[in-house]
């Protein structure tokens, strides 16, 4: 049974870039069956899809966060990341690492990390 | 971009009866809708994807139905644990998008 855990710090300041890892176990994320992406939440509100990448190293971005996203793999130690540059406050959500099954193109999400908060505060 | 409206935002039925959640895109994603549930402190799961597939260990209650614009989730009788928040989701277009949600709540 495949499990995703997100880990990174709880607090980043304004403007500062958050950083959080992926690890992926019960299976290998270089196996090329899936996607892996990042989704976040705001407290009390939607899921909003960040971006993603495949073991290839190739990504798609959110336009609307496009900017300010990096997401990368290592397949090494079988996990992404995400790191999402000059936060703010509007930046603050719990943030989900997720997997997407190749067949289903562009985002089907099967299964989920159990999220991580980050907050943005000075 | 495709925008998905869900109705109504809240729900409140008792178990036993039936729930019936909608899910009205902008623009045709064809059949490429998903469902999750989502309850407190939890990450949503996935429950049907393109439009009335159920996934892996989903119920028999659970049902989708609908194609184009227009998409129904069916909770044929609802079980205490059913009470929580749905969310429709498009892969369909670039990006995918979810709907805002619907609570289904204890009357």
């Known amino acids: 049974q495949v499990q995703l855990q997100e880990s990174g710090p709880g607090l980043v300041k304004p403007s500062q870039t958050l950083s959080l890892t992926c690890t992926v176990s019960?299976?290998?994320?270089?196996?090329?069956?899936?996607?892996w992406s990042w989704i976040r939440q705001p407290a009390g509100k939607g899921l909003e899809w960040i971006g993603r990448i495949y073991t290839s190293g190739s990504t798609n971005y959110n336009p609307s966060l496009k900017s300010r996203v990096t997401i990368s793999v290592d397949t090494s130690k079988n996990q992404f990341s995400l790191k999402l540059s000059s936060v703010t406050a509007a930046d603050t959500a719990v943030y989900y690492c997720?997997?997407?099954?190749?067949?289903?193109?562009?985002?089907?999400?099967?299964?989920w990390g159990q999220g991580t908060l980050v907050t943005v505060s000075s | 971009e495709i925008v998905l409206t869900q109705s109504p935002a809240t729900l409140s039925l008792s178990p036993g009866e039936r729930a019936t959640l909608s899910c009205r895109a902008s623009?045709?994603?064809?059949?490429?809708l998903a469902w999750y549930q989502q309850k407190p402190g939890q990450a949503p799961r996935l429950l049907i994807y393109d439009a009335s597939n159920r996934a892996t260990g989903i119920p028999a209650r659970f049902s989708g139905s609908g194609s184009g614009t227009d998409f129904t989730l069916t909770i044929s009788s609802l079980e205490p644990e059913d009470f929580a928040v749905y969310y429709c989701?498009?892969?369909?277009?670039?990006?995918?998008?979810f709907g805002q949600g619907t609570r289904l709540e204890i009357k």
């Open positions: 989701q498009q892969r369909s277009n670039w990006p995918p998008a």
């Open positions: 623009q045709s994603v064809s059949s490429y």
């Open positions: 019960g299976g290998s994320i270089s196996s090329g069956s899936y996607y």
């Open positions: 997720a997997r997407t099954p190749a067949w289903a193109r562009i985002a089907l999400f099967d299964y």
